[in-house]
């Protein structure tokens, strides 16, 4: 526990596993005391947390399951007994330095990393911690452009697509965090892009905003294999699939040769209990395809080089990245359920506090 | 038509579309005339085939789909009018040259390539021939170990797999023609290797014959989920998959992180009007799994290499090769079918002739 000048600290609860689709109500607000010194011999920081990343891959820690990646989140159920030590939600977000106990750390630095869903933190793990550097653009970019998703839109597009100037390219959840920037890397290298999402909003965004080719609502299409073979007449060289399901399938008939499939997140699966069954993977054998999942993780040694490529592309106007942002940690529960719904417009970000 | 000597040419004719389980009936046997010559100014050669191969990739051609890396075969109902203008079943073969208008063939020389089910065959496109220059091995490994499957086994697990010594390895249809040669290539290399395999018949030949590490019949497993991790428990580093569907589920969440699914043929699903669902895909993600479809044709600028190596590992004894043989054109539709209920032991090959 942090020392010092003693606070209130409102945090968000993640109350018990959630099976289905998340409500706000599997979440709740509850205000605590922080101290805002990092105890002594502590190598940490306390932070007061400005801006908070609402995450696809937050809805797999929901669930009771330990064989993946990342741990459940600790459901306040557990210490029913107290609800004083109940720990806040965990998740990418941008924060200030208050106090260091981290020779690289000091007071008044800006760093991103993983950070908890409440007002002031101790972190400790500072190692995971990126410092900002480049602070003449908008801070919250470090929860999308500029951090975990434009990373993994980079990783995934460069490193796991092999993409070619001038060929034709498919984006799911195009308007989303990572979807807008693959889109848009996409473009500059050359390629023929088309994107999918839910709304006509998201729609005229992905082509007027970002300059997609193409795009087209998968909600108002009957059959997604017809709605593809419409904008990929000759078919599909690259998909980046952040949904999976029913889209992937339909994507499987309509890849080209040698086509190259990225898994970056099956969102339409991760409300399902049991996921839905994808039928056409012997396309994978008759069109030679390469299918890959990655975790961003893997790549973050690419992050410098990311960071001056997208930073540049920003400064010369060759990308636009376009936010959702829900103001006051209030607002956390209600941001991060509206992923699964699709009701945010852009990166989902929530703003607890301006600096 | 081939002129000179008109000689009876049995012939396995392919009689209409297939769904669900292949039958004998499906195919019938019919007797034409061939003349034994080649035509003036073509630049074919006939040939007296020896040795058809059985393959899975035959059953999709049965069905009437054309986008796929093969047509469907020409179906006998086409030429209902005239039983005289049915064309055989086509596949790969050894067979011996009696005529030649191709200045890179000879009369007596031995070739294997795709051939017609029949006797005697005109082949016009002699460039897919390969022309046999080692006879001090069974000729019959041709249409297996020294051939297309062969070459399979080889291209998919070392240009496809990244196999690495010391690594797990799990191989489906483990004692088929594709099946039984990854195994052994991975033992060379130092893999620790299990199969499956669908009778005990079947298992002991895995274990005893071929040297791999361990083995199961998949049809006495509940549970494969269960018997993948008695076998893997600490998991899966590659997957030679030769038949889709639940195997590949059960497999997937076996896998390691940086796992390899090399996806040679999906013979589980190929009887199948609509093939099943794969629910577990979201490891590829969670596990960063790569999992790559590939045809061998692809490979076939390897083939020199390939054989030098093989014969090699032969003449060394360092690995073994088990045939199915029938005997006679006569049984080749009874042949072919027995595949789809793994009535094979080891590669089928259809006897025609002896030289």
Not at 197 to 207: N, Y
């Amino acid at each position: 526990m942090a020392e010092g000048e003693q606070v209130k600290n409102k945090q968000i609860i993640f109350k018990d596993y959630v099976s289905g689709f998340p409500k706000e109500s599997d979440m709740m607000l509850k205000t605590s005391t922080m101290g805002l010194k990092v105890p002594q011999g502590v190598k940490g920081v306390v932070v007061k947390n400005l801006y908070l990343s609402c995450d696809p891959y937050m809805r797999p820690r929901m669930r009771d399951f330990r064989g993946s990646y990342v741990e459940p989140f600790t459901p306040g159920s557990l210490y029913s007994y107290s609800v004083d030590v109940m720990q806040p939600v965990v998740g990418c977000g941008v924060a200030k330095v208050l106090d260091s106990g981290d020779p690289n750390l000091k007071e008044g630095d800006l760093v991103w990393g993983m950070t908890g869903w409440e007002e002031y933190s101790l972190i400790t793990a500072t190692e995971t911690l990126f410092k900002i550097q480049h602070t003449d653009v908008p801070l919250s970019y470090y929860t999308g452009l500029l951090g975990m998703p434009g990373m993994t839109a980079y990783a995934g597009f460069y490193e796991i697509c092999s993409p070619k100037k001038g060929e034709s390219v498919f984006v799911s959840a195009a308007s989303g965090a990572v979807g807008q920037l693959v889109g848009q890397f996409a473009k500059l290298l050359g390629c023929y892009v088309v994107g999918s999402a839910g709304t006509k909003e998201k729609v005229d965004l992905l082509k007027n905003k970002f300059g997609f080719d193409e795009a087209f609502n998968y909600k108002e299409e009957k059959d997604l294999d017809a709605a593809l073979k419409r904008y990929f007449p000759s078919g599909i060289d690259i998909y980046f699939d952040n949904v999976g399901g029913e889209m992937l399938d339909a994507v499987l008939v309509n890849m080209r040769l040698c086509g190259r499939i990225s898994v970056c997140g099956l969102i339409s699966q991760y409300n399902l209990d049991k996921h839905e069954g994808v039928h056409n993977l012997v396309c994978l054998v008759t069109k030679r395809i390469r299918m890959e999942g990655f975790l961003v993780a893997a790549y973050f040694h690419l992050y410098p080089k990311f960071l001056d490529t997208v930073l540049s592309y920003l400064k010369e106007g060759k990308i636009s990245y376009v936010e959702d942002i829900a103001e006051g940690l209030e607002s956390a529960p209600a941001a991060l359920v509206g992923l699964f719904s699709g009701r945010n417009v852009g990166k989902q970000v929530v703003v607890v506090a301006n600096e």
